[in-house]
């Protein structure tokens, strides 16, 4: 009986693990690298009129540099600026005019519609620095 074949089904193969790009991990960290970036260049006196604006610009030129932004990493890169910055601009807006208005909370269009806005603006130019930085 050793000699015989078995008849016996062979195990169901398993499904294979979903296709996430081992690249989405190096333009998260691009986007936070960026995000650090925007917040620096709001700091030095004087200079931040000029750098305010470009900040989503210049972080995503450094991050997209430091992790070799190419196609869909930049767009990672410039989406986490976005999100991030959108994040932060949003909860400024929400405490600052609640602080503001005596304890009442400013209306929800008013805190989406800025976030909104941010989340566009920062996403452009953080895309646009990153994919500078990894043009080749």
């Known amino acids: 009986m050793e ?6 089904p062979s195990p169901a193969p398993q499904p294979a693990a979903p296709n996430i790009s081992p690249r989405f991990g190096k333009g998260l960290l691009g986007g936070l690298i ?3 970036i925007c917040v620096l260049c709001l700091l030095p006196p004087l200079f ?3 750098l305010g ?3 989503p610009a210049i972080g995503g030129f450094i991050g997209g540099t430091r992790v ?3 196609g869909r990493e930049a767009g990672i890169v410039g ?3 976005g999100v991030g910055l959108s994040a932060i601009v949003s909860t400024a807006v929400f405490v600052g005019g609640s602080m503001v208005a ?3 909370t400013p209306p929800p269009v008013l805190v ?7 989340l566009l603006y920062a996403s452009t130019l953080g895309w646009a620095g990153a994919w500078y930085a990894g043009r080749d």
């Open 3 to 8: 000699g015989l074949a078995s008849n016996t």
């Open 34 to 36: 960026g995000i650090g």
């Open 48 to 50: 931040h009129f000029i």
């Open 53 to 55: 604006p470009l900040g």
């Open 68 to 70: 070799q932004a190419r």
């Open 79 to 81: 989406v986490t600026i």
């Open 102 to 104: 005596a304890g009442r």
């Open 112 to 118: 989406a519609g800025v976030g909104t806005l941010v």
